[in-house]
């Protein structure tokens, strides 16, 4: 009997240092999770109000599912442990009950109003954004993507991965691009998304933005990305063989440096490099002997090339 307690404790001990473990794994990623994280479990941070409720709205069913799976378990054990043939030897002949029959038909059916209800309004509200400041256009191509600003000067550029053989320390793997898509954050932004060739799915997960490009429609979406920083997506409709090879990546920046980009791309007439013009946004604010370093190295740097 000792032994078995013994080994219960030490059962129970392993257990909660396991559990401690993946809780701990689960807060150690950044608070910042713009992309997909080793062993992530559930959606990635939400980066828009968009994501947010769909965000909630998932754990709100995730509570009435729980609710009506602990039910339905319940009843079951009940059953087996009262009408085990032991405690139960003559079966009963019942065939039909009306009230019960009614119950299990209207519960269920009241169950999935009530969800209907928050499910329709977050559908509308994902749909369309009815002020938008500006526009952006996504085209999908195989096997990548095109955007374009229509309101902002018509720029317009292709997106395409970068290749894992030139892929640079820090770079993600099948998610980096050699243009990202820059938007202003703290902003309205209508997408319209449409296609040239087969359907593709302009996905964003943080976004909660999944809008099909199909040939000859143009869909619409939205977003207002809450925070500056880089977001990551993916085509999630099979559209060839290197449908895996066309990834998303979008730059958030402020409304300042956004509109230095829109101006240097449409002096340019190709998409600015918005990482420099972040550096220098950043380089301008530093302290003189940092820009000094920053310039040191940038120098080392060009010098090692
Ligand atoms: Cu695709």
């Known amino acids: 009997m000792m032994r078995l307690t013994s080994w219960i404790e030490r059962t129970m001990g ?3 240092a396991l559990a401690a473990a993946i809780i701990a794994i689960g807060f150690a990623t950044e608070a910042w999770a713009a992309e997909p994280k080793p062993w992530q479990l559930g959606f990635q941070e939400p980066a828009t109000p968009v994501q947010d409720r769909i965000h909630a709205f998932h754990d709100e069913l995730l509570i009435i599912i729980t609710l009506i799976t602990l039910f339905v378990l319940g009843l079951l054990v009940y059953v087996m442990w009262r009408f085990h043939h032991t405690r139960n030897p003559v079966p009963t002949r019942t065939a039909h009950n009306a009230v019960i029959e009614i119950l299990w038909t209207v519960v269920p059916v009241l169950i999935l109003v009530i969800i209907a209800i928050p499910s329709f309004k977050l559908m509308y509200f994902m749909d369309r954004v009815p002020n ?22 018509d ?12 892929l640079k320390p820090g770079m993600r793997r099948l998610l980096e691009v050699d243009n990202p898509l820059v938007v202003p954050a703290k902003t309205n932004i209508r997408v319209q ?39 990551y997506g993916e085509c999630n409709q099979i559209c060839g ?17 956004f509109q230095k980009w829109v101006a240097k791309s449409k002096a ?4 600015a490099d918005i990482e420099k013009i972040l550096a220098d946004g950043k380089a301008a604010d530093a302290p003189a002997s940092l820009v000094a370093t920053a310039a ?9 090339r």
């Open 193 to 231: 998304v449409t296609g040239t060739d087969v359907i593709h799915s302009w996905y964003v997960p943080s976004f909660g933005v999944q809008e099909y490009a199909v040939v000859g429609r143009l869909n619409e979406s939205w977003f207002n990305v809450e925070q500056p920083g880089t977001y």
């Open 241 to 257: 063989v290197n449908h895996a090879f066309m990834p998303i990546k979008i730059v958030a920046v402020s409304k300042d440096d």
């Open 132 to 153: 938008a400041d500006m526009t952006i256009k996504v085209t999908g191509h195989q096997w990548y993507w095109e955007y374009g600003y229509p309101d902002n000067g």
């Open 14 to 16: 392993s257990v909660a």
């Open 155 to 166: 720029i317009s550029f292709n997106s395409n991965l970068i290749p894992d053989d030139q």
């Open 268 to 271: 340019a007439g190709a998409p």
């Open 296 to 304: 040191a190295r940038d120098v080392a740097a060009a010098g090692n």
